[in-house]
């Protein structure tokens, strides 16, 4: 398949992304508040991403035992484990990549618990480690419905980190910047969404395996101009593949959407093999994750209380069918394949009726796989293959007359 | 004319454990069928029979299944949960759940009265419960695979492993030799177990059940187990051992057909 020249692109983005973090520095979760940080100027580094290059790169696997080895158990979320095992063993793929000695030498390390607790206890460690000052935002959990007091609670939290945050830079927060900090993270978001939709087109003309690695900027250029342009022209790309029918997956029969986290070791294969038997991975759960609608640079910080808030990974089983449901309803989607990943309880929704739920009240098939976002070890080839062939073959039989 | 000049068909299922051949004719019988361990290294076993089918039968297509279907060339591929779907609705043309309880996993299949797979789920990566499970556990209770199902009929006992793991339910069961427990006991430990394993799937309700695999196939007291835990009655699927080879050799037939009317 032709490669899309912003993917291309990417590598030089990411390349001078890289290269240019000397400045104060704060480390961010991905679904943190990296607007608040730019405004007071810091530039971010985001540990998730770290996590998933170990993965992508396949060296998580080495790293992860020596995590083990320091006490943390192999049931523990594997970003982690893979992160804090390159650090004990004193190395980077940054470096290889884009010619970092290290990762960046925080001075501030911000974690949001919205996804899950782990990065509470691995932004942590890291803060023992550099000596470096740590500040958790804490929301409300679970939720059905996000109240005014569920965000309140968050913007004042986010009001501590901006109090923080001015002492460790030793200026004062300029609230315009922030508004134009949040109007680029808005654009930016808005721009990958509309990335994301061209799959609702059939055939679709990128499937969630380009998207896995489309989404680097969303993450961790969200809130630069440089996200913006990246978006701006990538969605130009996609509307020329749109016009001319270009598809993703060759002679495109069913419609995929992957539930849970990403199999980071093995994109390239589960890409191919979906390809292989005409099914295309039209949406998903993880790269909808960084579309933050509710961002408003009128009223910034309830805004992204709200928006880092209603995330799908802190919603209640009701609001994340319902979610879900839509998307399978927008994107034509003919069935569902649930991630359950090991070592990452949260982000596994396989595991209190969800794939039944969608059955029941859809009609559209689900299957669950096992395996884990880095470690591989709890990931079977030979099983998942066998699972995913006789899932698309079940799909195409229940869609004879379309093929 | 000669019937091995008539089309032939060649299904291979390369299992986990063992590999099994059907040939089917035009008319879907079977008229040959034969297993091998499945290879390692050495292939020349592997490679003899299917040489020999194809001097006998003129075989028109070939389709593998299994683990290892796409280790050997053929014509098709497919999985081993549709083949076991369409082999077993061969003779039994219903809607149905099929129970295969192979060497490495357990499947469920919803399956079509046409031999469409509905809906399926398999056991986790643990290999608890399958064939694998039976053979190491039976062997560290220095139990005969070939007696098991006559020594645990003759068991009373109500006593199943708890271990998960296969490497702890060996040290389990050495536990329960220490204690004196009778070899039919263990027998029917064994086979508790398995069948704990298995009802713990989600098997549709209202279905008629079709038992198959190569467990099934050598252990046969296990569909009065899984009855009973079940509360409804369970068929042995004609050629249980074969379902999944038969399916491959249908799948080959139907796929030659398909060609020959483009």
């Known amino acids: ?133 740590v500040l958790g935002v804490y929301p409300p959990r679970h939720l059905e419905k996000v109240t005014k007091a569920d965000i309140e609670h968050v913007s004042q939290q986010f009001q501590n980190l901006i109090d923080l945050g001015e002492k460790i ?69 996609l509307k020329s593949r749109l016009k001319t029918g270009f598809a993703a997956v060759p002679n495109e029969k069913v419609r995929i959407y992957w539930e849970g986290m990403p199999i980071w070791g093995r994109l390239r294969s589960l890409s191919d093999l979906f390809a292989e038997n005409g099914a295309a991975v039209v949406s998903s759960t993880y790269c909808n994750s960084w ?19 209603k995330i799908f990974i802190n919603r209640g089983e009701n609001a994340k069918l319902a979610l879900v449901k839509k998307q399978l309803t927008d994107f034509a989607v003919d069935g569902v394949i649930f991630h359950d990943s090991k070592t990452c309880f949260n982000n596994t929704n396989s595991r209190f009726g969800l794939p039944q739920r969608v059955r029941d009240e859809m009609g559209i098939d689900t299957l669950a796989i096992d395996g884990d976002l880095n470690d591989l070890r709890f990931f079977s080839d030979g099983q998942s293959k066998t699972k995913i062939e006789t899932f698309i073959e079940q799909l195409k039989e229940k869609k004879p007359l379309l093929l | 004319m000669d019937f091995q000049k008539q089309p032939h068909y ?32 050495r292939r020349e076993r592997f490679n003899m029979a299917v040489d ?10 070939t389709c593998t299944s299994g683990y290892g279907r796409n280790s050997q060339k053929s014509d098709i591929q497919k999985t081993e949960i549709i083949c076991a779907s369409v082999g077993v609705s061969q003779s039994n043309p219903v809607h149905k759940c099929i129970i295969d309880i192979g060497g490495e996993d357990i499947k469920v299949i919803e399956s079509g009265s046409q031999g469409e797979v509905i809906h399926f789920h398999m056991n986790d990566k643990c290999s608890a419960g399958t064939g694998a499970f039976i053979t190491e556990i039976a062997e560290k209770a220095e139990l005969e695979i070939g007696e098991m199902s006559d020594l645990a009929q003759a068991s009373n006992a109500n006593r199943t492993i708890n271990s ?11 536990g329960w030799i220490f204690d004196g427990v009778p070899i039919e006991d263990i027998a029917m430990g064994i086979y508790l177990s398995i069948t704990d394993r298995v009802c713990k799937l989600p098997i549709p309700h209202g279905l008629p059940i079709f038992l198959c695999g190569g467990v099934i196939t050598h252990h046969p007291f296990l569909k009065q187990l899984i009855e009973s835990k079940l509360g409804v009655e369970a068929q042995v699927a004609s050629h249980p051992l074969y379902a999944v080879a038969l399916g491959a050799a249908l799948l080959a037939r139907k796929s030659d057909s398909q060609e020959s009317r483009k």
């Open chain 2, 10 to 41: 060649l299904g291979i299922d390369l299992g986990s454990s063992y590999t099994k051949f059907a040939v089917i004719n035009d008319d879907g019988d079977v008229v040959n069928s034969q297993v091998l361990p499945t290879f390692g290294r």
């Open chain 1, 169 to 237: 830079i030793g200026k004062t927060m300029d609230m315009d910047q922030l508004k134009h900090v949040l109007d680029l993270s808005k654009t930016g978001t808005q721009l990958w969404q509309n990335v994301l939709e061209t799959a609702r087109q059939h055939p679709a003309p990128l499937t969630f395996f380009d998207s896995c690695i489309l989404m680097a900027p969303i993450v961790i250029l969200r809130g630069t101009s440089e996200c913006v342009d990246f978006y701006n022209q990538l969605l130009v790309e």
């Open chain 1, 1 to 133: 398949m032709p490669q899309l020249e912003s993917q291309i692109k990417l590598k030089s983005l990411l390349k001078n992304y890289f290269s240019n973090l000397n400045g104060p520095i704060a480390w961010c979760t991905s679904a943190g508040p990296a607007e608040i940080l730019r405004a007071l100027g810091f530039q971010v580094y985001f540990p998730e991403n770290h996590g998933a290059l170990l993965g992508a790169s396949r060296t998580a696997q080495r790293y992860i035992p020596k995590a083990h080895q320091f006490g943390y158990h192999s049931d523990v979320c594997s970003y982690l484990t893979a992160d804090i095992g390159a650090w004990l063993m004193g190395e980077t793929p940054l470096t290889k990549a884009y010619g970092l000695p290290a990762i960046p030498k925080p001075d501030l390390i911000v974690f949001n618990t919205n996804q899950c607790r782990e990065v509470a206890d691995w932004f942590s460690y890291f803060g023992r480690e550099f000596d470096c000052p």
């Open chain 2, 52 to 61: 020999l089918m194809h001097k006998n039968y003129s075989i028109q297509k």
């Open chain 1, 291 to 309: 579309i933050f609608d509710d961002f408003n640079s009128r009223n910034p910080i309830d805004s992204m209380a709200s928006a880092y808030t």
């Open chain 2, 164 to 174: 998960f793991c296969t490497v702890f339910a060996k040290t389990e069961i050495l």
